[in-house]
């Protein structure tokens, strides 16, 4: 009963903060208020009035305070009062219902412009609004013409790295805002292993998108496979991203064994209705003869990052081997030089022996001869 108690609590809570935008957003201050605004500014005041006197907070200069309160003032005090309040939110709607009648062309006017204003203050605030604020300013630095840089190498500096330096940038951002991310709000479940279907299932709740990937696999492999989904981490560095609503949504989540970033893979987030992230250049109002009609397309260029790293780390293994290889024929053609070292000594050794035998056995020879003659 506590835990329904509170979700109800929490609902309450949500829809009154609905009713307070809904107030909030009902009229506009003006030098000379329409009829509709004036009454509705006299039923917020009501309300107020109310509010206070069944708090026990209602003072001898309370009326000259209503009065004197901005719309802001008046709207945030029915905010708070109406949590405590809330049998009078009913009365207050139909009040406020009833009022309409008094509307003209002008407050639907308002209105309109109103709900304009919200949305842009709101789209202000999103990320794809952000991302490209702070790459505009990133890039604007970059673009200037140092104070003491030279003409022609300012030129070269832009003819040579504007795209390079431009994708970076665009890169950054993105991952600075990827970073702001609250990591408690991403989830990952293994679910058990299907036997009869040989399908192993993933969950993931991320920034409060959740789907399932479905895989199939092997009964023989499906523990190892298990062991890694259950044991890996979620790199959201190197996950892929797009927009939804104008925020950042996952677009491929990539998981790594942990102290093994090298065993990894990446699941596709199964949310639709997304798009690209795309930045046009142009769009920026940027002087820059080189990035002209140039559009940044993040998953192009994450993909060509990623092939061009597989690459480098392609040669990178291949330089290692060759000079493995190398090293391995060094240690061969020393090890012969040394063999046929060791086997010129010996056969020069045994030369040797032999020389000095012969030249003994002719030493000997001739002692022989002198001996007899001399007999």
Not at 58 to 84: C, P, T
Request: proline letters at 1%.
């Amino acid at each position: 009963m506590a835990k329904i108690s509170l979700n109800m609590r929490k609902l309450k809570i949500i829809w009154l903060l609905s009713l307070f935008i809904f107030i909030s957003n009902g009229v506009y201050s003006s030098t000379q208020p329409t009829k509709y605004q004036r009454k509705v500014l006299e039923i917020k005041r009501k309300y107020v009035k109310k509010i206070l006197i069944e708090g026990g907070k209602w003072r001898s200069n309370s009326n000259l305070q209503i009065r004197n309160a901005s719309e802001d003032e008046l709207d945030a005090s029915l905010f708070m009062g109406f949590l405590v309040c809330s049998h009078l939110v009913d009365n207050y709607k139909r009040e406020l219902k009833r009022a309409e009648r008094f509307k003209t062309k002008k407050d639907y006017q308002y209105e309109k412009e109103l709900k304009e204003k919200k949305l842009k203050e709101k789209y202000e605030k999103t990320d794809r609004r952000i991302i490209f604020r702070n790459i505009k300013g990133k890039f604007e630095n970059w673009n200037k013409r140092g104070e003491f840089e030279e003409k022609e190498i300012y030129l070269n500096r832009l003819k040579n790295q504007s795209h390079m330096v431009f994708d970076s940038i665009c890169l950054d951002e993105i991952q600075n805002q990827v970073v702001k991310m609250n990591e408690y709000r991403w989830k990952k479940e293994v679910l058990p292993y299907d036997p009869e279907n040989e399908i192993l299932s993933i969950t993931f709740d991320i920034e409060g998108f959740k789907w399932t990937n479905k895989y199939s696999i092997s009964f023989k492999d499906a523990k190892i496979y298990k062991d890694f989904y259950y044991y890996s981490e979620i790199n959201k560095k190197k996950s892929y991203w797009c927009f939804y609503n104008n925020n950042l949504c996952p677009k491929a989540i990539r998981l790594e064994e942990p102290n093994h970033t090298d065993n990894n893979t990446l699941c596709d987030a199964l949310v639709e209705n997304t798009e690209n992230i795309i930045y046009t250049f142009d769009k920026f109002e940027i002087q820059n003869q080189y990035l002209i009609g140039y559009t940044f397309d993040y998953i192009k260029v994450i993909k060509k990052q990623e092939k061009e790293r597989l690459e480098k780390k392609k040669k990178e293994e291949e330089r290692k081997e060759l000079e493995k290889l190398k090293r391995k024929q060094r240690r061969i053609l020393e090890e012969h030089r040394k063999l046929k070292k060791q086997e010129e000594e010996r056969l020069e050794k045994k030369k040797k022996e032999k020389e000095k035998k012969e030249l003994d056995e002719l030493k000997k020879k001739l002692k022989n001869t002198i001996i007899i003659k001399t007999l």
